[in-house]
């Protein structure tokens, strides 16, 4: 079974972030990074299924230099090779394009299955698995939250939806999966996979390595264009209560008994 | 001129609430924009539900039959589309519901069209005719603004409560457009059965206090100091996704896009940073308190009353508070 599992580097949740001043992006000097939260479960999901029925494990991303710190943790893991697709040409706010390239990556590598995360914790469009089901003309699947494959062509899928609903799916491969945080439990890279990382294959390539053109990636009808972003308007002022931790507890009951009567 | 598809989502026999907001929507847009508004079902038999539609004054109701369409998966969907697009014009726009089960189609349908996707939007800002989408991002801690240039289709995907329902226009009389698509290739997914968690011995849409514990409480062992408040408060004790997915509370505890929504008149967050897939849940509560030692945290945007100390401060003193007021007969 050839699986391919995207990943994505994300700021560190422990960070405060602050915008560039002219909006377009956060400042990223001095801060952490690490694996979109719910991509490390779809790396797991691939490992395991790997461990299943055999096969190979390939990692793939988009995004600058550092990222390949990224893709060497998702190495150590236990995927066996990892691209890293680098060039400021990307237009790395419109899922499209960042799914177009990704698309291209995988379109001469025909794996079985794709797996992603169900949203990446910067931009959160969780559009690239349906970018990239539909270039490559797979079957998609929105937010997995369990799977087992009981032979190597076929997936028998658990999906949580909306309002506690889920639904028991067969599919057969190829397919692009959008995986939920909690339907495994990832590993941590061991020292010997850590060590053995070092010597697995990490590409580091452009756009002219995937015949592409900055042109290729746009979409012809409809673009996405970035305006910014800003801290967001506050509909409701936060009353902060501050002091010792007895001082506060008895100010919240006050104000939570005369002034908001919810007591 | 064009058309505005609105694609209208339903569960069983009933209509997708969110279908009235995306009806709103597109009459907004078509008014400043000069288009006609076009609600589209598809389905094995979808015309029991266009009665519900035909309330709406806009131009068209488009049913797509086919056997294929009774389960929604992306093959026979977009290509019931792309047939209706063929055998009428293609759109304008698309407004589509941004609702899990819509994920990968709402992109697949902009690829389709050679078109750049909009996913996610939580609202829309008016520059005149032209509409500025705005979508949350870094786990709500900013929102981007974005515009579409380009002739269209434009496929924007609307979060729930992005446009408010009761902004719709009533009255008028769409005619019917019933088409049996042409589906040359059958989805390769299969439904096996699709089941309601139970929501167990947990009611927190009744609750009229919620204490919700998120990531931030660390460990199963240190729920116990949120379920003593909760004990003195009498609240029903509900939890973030991170929570129950590292196993610390059942399913039946998760507030939120997976879980369920409430609206008690008291809702106290402890060690909840709130992210949108958990405010969502949350939004219809009278009141809200956040307890989070980090004070950017997106939760205090949406809160009432913040307390941005630890939480394994502040939650004992808040317990024996509690249990202080109650035997002086003040709560």
């Known amino acids: ?263 | 001129m064009g058309i505005i598809w609105t694609i209208a989502d339903y569960r069983g026999a009933r209509l997708n609430p969110q279908t009235v907001e995306l009806v709103a929507a597109a009459q907004e847009l078509a008014e400043r924009q000069g288009h006609r508004v076009w609600a589209v079902l598809a389905g094995a038999d979808p015309a029991p539900l266009a009665e519900a539609l035909r309330t709406y004054p806009i131009e068209k109701v488009v049913l797509l039959r086919h056997p294929q369409l009774a389960y929604l998966s992306a093959f026979p969907f977009l290509q019931a589309l792309r047939f209706l697009a063929d055998r009428t014009e293609p759109p304008a726009w698309v407004l589509y519901p941004h609702t899990y089960r819509y994920y990968d189609i709402g992109a697949r349908l902009g690829v389709a069209f050679r078109s750049e996707t909009v996913s996610d939007v939580q609202r829309i800002v008016w520059e005149g005719a032209e509409p500025i989408l705005i979508k949350p991002t870094f786990t709500n801690k900013f929102i981007a603004r974005i515009r579409l240039t380009g002739p269209g289709p434009h496929v924007v995907g609307l979060q729930p409560g992005a446009v408010s329902a009761d902004a719709v226009r009533t009255g008028g009389s769409p005619e019917v457009l019933e088409l049996t698509p042409e589906i040359q290739q059958a989805g390769r997914r299969h439904l096996v059965r699709s089941i309601e968690a139970a929501r167990g011995k947990v009611d927190l849409a009744n609750a009229p206090i919620i204490i919700a514990v998120g990531r931030g409480i660390g460990s199963k062992e240190n729920l116990a100091l949120v379920q003593e408040l909760a004990d003195a408060l009498g609240a029903a004790l509900g939890a973030s996704r991170p929570v129950v997915d590292a196993g610390w509370l059942p399913f039946e505890h998760q507030i939120g896009s997976s879980g369920q929504t409430v609206a008690p008149k008291l809702y106290i967050g402890v060690g909840i940073s709130g992210a949108m897939q958990h405010v969502v849940g949350i939004k219809g509560s009278k009141v809200i308190v956040a307890i989070n030692k980090d004070p950017e945290a997106p939760i205090f945007k949406i809160a009432h009353y913040g307390i941005a100390e630890d939480l394994f401060k502040v939650v004992p003193a808040l317990t024996k508070k509690v249990r202080e007021w109650k035997e002086k007969g003040l709560l």
């Open chain 1, 1 to 263: 079974m050839k699986i391919a599992v995207c990943v994505k580097q994300v700021p560190n949740r422990d960070y405060t972030l602050s915008l560039t001043p002219d909006g377009q992006w956060v400042r990223e000097e001095g801060l952490a990074w690490e694996i979109n939260e719910s991509d490390l479960y779809g790396i797991e999901a691939a490992l395991q299924l790997r461990e299943r029925w055999g096969g190979e494990v390939l990692a793939v991303a988009v995004g600058p230099e550092r990222v390949t710190e990224a893709l060497r943790k998702a190495l150590a893991m236990g995927c066996d090779r990892a691209v890293l697709v680098s060039d400021p040409r990307i237009p790395r706010t419109s899922p499209y394009c960042v799914g177009r390239v990704l698309a291209a990556v995988l379109a001469p590598e025909r794996p079985d299955l794709v797996i992603t995360g169900i949203a990446s914790e910067d931009l959160g469009f969780a559009q690239t698995a349906g970018v990239i089901a539909e270039w490559l003309g797979y079957e998609s699947l929105p937010l997995v939250i369990g799977l087992e494959a009981p032979q190597p062509d076929r997936l028998h899928i658990r999906q949580e939806l909306e309002g506690g609903v889920f639904d028991e799916v067969e599919v057969e491969l190829p397919a692009v999966l959008m995986i939920q945080s909690g339907a495994n439990q990832p590993r941590y890279a061991s020292l010997k996979g850590i060590m053995a990382a070092k010597k697995k294959p990490l590409d580091v390539k452009r756009l002219e390595d995937l015949g592409l053109t900055p042109d290729d990636l746009r979409g012809t009808h409809s673009r996405l264009e970035w305006l910014g972003m800003e801290v967001p308007v506050q509909t409701v002022q936060v009353e902060f209560i501050t002091g010792a931790p007895d001082e506060i507890a008895e100010r919240l009951l006050e104000k939570l008994k005369k002034e908001a009567r919810v007591l």
